[in-house]
């Protein structure tokens, strides 16, 4: 089984400035994919950034880059130069690549709030 | 739209009753998932098709829950004698290229269900 774990139920960052939302694992499987997704008020889950658990160099994606340590389990998502428009609902997810895993793991999430 | 598309997007049931929601993945995508999220959790998975047959229906929490793809695209999520319990908004996905590990799931806006 899968578990994944946000420890921050909130977040405030000041606009411009870089935040990082904290994600920790629990897994069996050997190879796994680790997702963010962000769901604004609208309710729609939108991808942000995928990490995969051999890869050897951390994703990045625009202003979106995961710190992937695999010995801690851990894949933080780090947002620099926050924008307004950034806040919203941040899920951290992971998907096992073996027994049959296409299903998504999700933590409860970590609103974010961004202030001028 | 090229998004995926839910329908309703907010329904209105009674203890006991029948509801069925729908789901119209991205053309061409041929995985597709439910979730169900409850209030300030993240999403939970529920059943995974791939084409028409369920490849995975583990998550779905008892036998009033069912789901449909008949023809590999549209699926219908049913559920019979629906409960307060039932109330959630139900998320649905699609994905291409199953078989690549990086493989994000694209998510509609979801139904919102409400068992009165």
């Known amino acids: 089984a899968q578990k994944i774990t946000q420890t921050q139920p909130g977040m405030f960052v000041q606009e411009k400035e870089a935040v990082t939302l904290d994600c920790t694992y629990d897994?069996?499987?050997?190879?796994?994919?680790l997702f963010w997704y962000k769901q604004p008020s609208s309710g729609e889950m939108i991808f942000l950034i995928y990490?995969?658990?051999?890869?050897?160099q951390n994703a990045t994606e625009g202003r979106y880059s995961l710190n992937f340590q695999k010995a801690r389990k851990s894949a933080n998502l780090v947002i620099s130069a926050s924008q307004l428009g950034d806040s919203a609902m941040y899920f951290c997810?992971?998907?096992?690549?073996?027994?049959?895993?296409?299903?998504?793991?999700f933590g409860t999430g970590t609103q974010l709030k961004v202030e001028l | 739209g090229a998004g995926v598309s839910q329908t309703p997007s907010n329904k209105v049931t009674e203890k006991g009753k029948y509801v069925e929601l729908r789901c119209d993945p991205i053309?061409?995508?041929?995985?597709l998932y439910w979730y169900r999220q409850s209030l300030g959790q993240g999403p939970e998975f529920l059943i995974y098709?791939?084409?028409?047959?369920?490849?995975?229906d583990s998550g779905l929490p008892n036998d009033r829950f069912f789901a449909v793809r008949p023809e590999g695209s549209v699926s219908t999520l049913k559920i019979q004698r629906t409960e307060r319990g039932d109330s959630a908004v139900y998320l649905c996905?699609?994905?291409?290229?199953?078989?690549?590990?990086?493989?994000?799931?694209?998510f509609g806006p979801g139904t919102r269900l409400t068992v009165l």
């Open positions: 996905a699609s994905s291409p290229r199953p078989g690549q590990q990086s493989n994000e799931q694209f």
């Open positions: 897994t069996s499987d050997p190879s796994y994919g």
């Open positions: 990490q995969g658990s051999y890869d050897q």
């Open positions: 997810a992971m998907r096992p690549f073996t027994g049959g895993g296409n299903k998504l793991t």
């Open positions: 053309s061409g995508h041929t995985a």
């Open positions: 098709f791939q084409g028409t047959g369920a490849a995975d």
